[in-house]
Protein backbone atom coordinates (compact mmCIF):
# COMPACT_ATOMS: atom_id res chain seq x y z
CA UNK A 1 0.00 0.00 0.00
CA UNK A 2 2.96 2.52 0.74
CA UNK A 3 4.70 1.34 -2.71
CA UNK A 4 1.24 2.45 -4.51
CA UNK A 5 0.93 5.88 -2.44
CA UNK A 6 4.32 6.43 -3.09
CA UNK A 7 3.87 5.80 -6.88
CA UNK A 8 1.09 8.00 -6.78
CA UNK A 9 2.80 11.09 -5.30
CA UNK A 10 5.34 10.81 -7.73
CA UNK A 11 2.94 10.19 -10.64
CA UNK A 12 1.13 13.91 -9.74
CA UNK A 13 4.72 15.15 -9.04
CA UNK A 14 5.78 14.72 -12.22
CA UNK A 15 2.56 15.52 -13.76
CA UNK A 16 2.62 19.09 -12.07
CA UNK A 17 6.10 19.62 -13.53
CA UNK A 18 4.58 18.94 -17.10
CA UNK A 19 1.49 21.65 -16.55
CA UNK A 20 3.49 23.96 -15.33
CA UNK A 21 6.52 23.62 -17.63
CA UNK A 22 4.05 24.32 -20.89
CA UNK A 23 2.41 27.28 -19.25
CA UNK A 24 5.67 29.27 -19.51
CA UNK A 25 5.89 32.39 -21.68
CA UNK A 26 7.82 32.31 -24.99
CA UNK A 27 10.52 34.26 -25.03
CA UNK A 28 10.45 37.23 -27.62
CA UNK A 29 12.17 37.45 -31.10
CA UNK A 30 15.45 38.72 -31.14
CA UNK A 31 15.10 42.20 -32.10
CA UNK A 32 18.76 43.27 -31.87
CA UNK A 33 20.19 41.03 -34.67
CA UNK A 34 21.47 43.11 -37.37
CA UNK A 35 24.34 45.66 -38.58
CA UNK A 36 23.86 48.80 -36.26
CA UNK A 37 25.67 52.06 -36.70
CA UNK A 38 27.02 53.89 -33.84
CA UNK A 39 25.91 57.17 -34.10
CA UNK A 40 26.98 58.60 -31.12
CA UNK A 41 28.56 57.32 -27.66
CA UNK A 42 27.44 59.61 -24.70
CA UNK A 43 29.65 59.32 -21.57
CA UNK A 44 28.19 60.23 -18.28
CA UNK A 45 30.57 60.83 -15.05
CA UNK A 46 28.55 59.57 -11.91
CA UNK A 47 29.46 59.67 -8.09
CA UNK A 48 29.62 56.00 -6.09
CA UNK A 49 25.57 56.68 -5.13
CA UNK A 50 24.95 56.25 -8.82
CA UNK A 51 24.57 59.92 -9.21
CA UNK A 52 25.38 62.17 -12.16
CA UNK A 53 28.38 63.99 -11.37
CA UNK A 54 27.56 66.31 -14.84
CA UNK A 55 26.17 65.98 -17.96
CA UNK A 56 29.04 64.10 -19.67
CA UNK A 57 29.82 64.34 -23.56
CA UNK A 58 28.46 63.13 -26.64
CA UNK A 59 31.09 61.68 -29.25
CA UNK A 60 29.61 61.39 -32.73
CA UNK A 61 31.29 58.26 -34.09
CA UNK A 62 32.18 57.91 -37.79
CA UNK A 63 29.85 56.10 -40.18
CA UNK A 64 32.12 52.99 -40.20
CA UNK A 65 31.67 52.17 -36.85
CA UNK A 66 29.02 49.57 -36.20
CA UNK A 67 27.95 46.62 -34.01
CA UNK A 68 26.62 43.50 -35.20
CA UNK A 69 24.48 41.47 -33.49
CA UNK A 70 23.96 37.55 -35.31
CA UNK A 71 21.37 35.34 -34.44
CA UNK A 72 23.67 32.72 -33.36
CA UNK A 73 24.73 34.96 -30.07
CA UNK A 74 27.92 36.30 -31.64
CA UNK A 75 28.05 39.98 -31.79
CA UNK A 76 31.04 42.22 -33.57
CA UNK A 77 32.39 45.51 -32.92
CA UNK A 78 34.32 47.19 -36.29
CA UNK A 79 35.86 50.45 -35.46
CA UNK A 80 37.36 50.86 -38.66
CA UNK A 81 36.91 51.41 -42.73
CA UNK A 82 37.99 48.33 -42.90
CA UNK A 83 36.66 45.69 -41.17
CA UNK A 84 39.08 43.19 -41.82
CA UNK A 85 41.42 45.37 -39.78
CA UNK A 86 41.26 43.53 -36.77
CA UNK A 87 40.34 47.32 -35.17
CA UNK A 88 36.71 45.83 -32.62
CA UNK A 89 35.85 43.60 -30.45
CA UNK A 90 33.64 40.14 -30.58
CA UNK A 91 32.22 37.31 -28.73
CA UNK A 92 29.07 36.23 -27.42
CA UNK A 93 25.98 37.84 -26.02
CA UNK A 94 22.42 37.05 -23.94
CA UNK A 95 19.53 38.55 -24.41
CA UNK A 96 17.74 38.74 -21.44
CA UNK A 97 13.86 39.14 -23.19
CA UNK A 98 13.92 42.78 -24.76
CA UNK A 99 15.51 44.56 -21.93
CA UNK A 100 18.53 43.81 -21.03
CA UNK A 101 21.63 41.70 -22.42
CA UNK A 102 25.17 40.42 -21.77
CA UNK A 103 28.54 41.23 -23.98
CA UNK A 104 30.68 38.74 -23.44
CA UNK A 105 34.32 39.39 -25.32
CA UNK A 106 36.17 36.52 -26.32
CA UNK A 107 39.51 38.72 -25.19
CA UNK A 108 37.59 39.44 -21.82
CA UNK A 109 35.59 36.17 -21.32
CA UNK A 110 35.55 36.30 -17.17
CA UNK A 111 34.13 39.71 -17.41
CA UNK A 112 30.69 40.32 -18.99
CA UNK A 113 28.99 43.21 -19.56
CA UNK A 114 25.73 43.71 -18.62
CA UNK A 115 23.85 46.13 -21.16
CA UNK A 116 20.13 47.79 -20.30
CA UNK A 117 18.15 48.30 -23.48
CA UNK A 118 16.63 51.62 -23.13
CA UNK A 119 15.02 52.15 -26.38
CA UNK A 120 14.19 49.20 -29.81
CA UNK A 121 12.97 49.81 -32.78
CA UNK A 122 13.02 48.50 -36.40
CA UNK A 123 15.60 51.59 -37.23
CA UNK A 124 16.89 52.78 -34.10
CA UNK A 125 18.64 51.20 -30.79
CA UNK A 126 19.82 52.70 -27.88
CA UNK A 127 21.71 50.51 -24.33
CA UNK A 128 23.58 51.65 -21.85
CA UNK A 129 26.04 50.25 -19.63
CA UNK A 130 28.17 51.11 -16.37
CA UNK A 131 31.65 50.84 -15.73
CA UNK A 132 33.33 51.42 -12.50
CA UNK A 133 36.07 53.52 -12.45
CA UNK A 134 38.33 56.04 -10.02
CA UNK A 135 37.93 59.91 -10.63
CA UNK A 136 41.73 61.12 -10.18
CA UNK A 137 42.91 57.90 -9.11
CA UNK A 138 41.06 58.01 -5.60
CA UNK A 139 37.55 58.70 -5.90
CA UNK A 140 35.63 55.90 -6.77
CA UNK A 141 32.56 56.42 -9.11
CA UNK A 142 30.97 54.98 -12.33
CA UNK A 143 30.84 56.10 -16.10
CA UNK A 144 27.99 55.51 -17.90
CA UNK A 145 28.15 54.80 -21.84
CA UNK A 146 25.19 55.28 -23.78
CA UNK A 147 25.10 54.12 -27.19
CA UNK A 148 22.70 55.48 -30.24
CA UNK A 149 22.70 52.61 -33.21
CA UNK A 150 21.06 53.00 -36.24
CA UNK A 151 20.17 50.55 -38.95
Known sequence: ???????????????????????????????????????????????STGKAINNGAVYPEPSYYYFQFNSDNTWAESLSPDPNSGIGEAGNYILHADTSFTLINVNLPSSPVECKITSLTDKSFVFTHQKATLFNGITPGYLEYIFDLKK
Do not use: E, H, Y
Request: proline residues 6%.
Open 1 to 47: MKRLVVLILFAATLAACKKSQTMTLPVPGNKITGKWTINSVTVIPRD
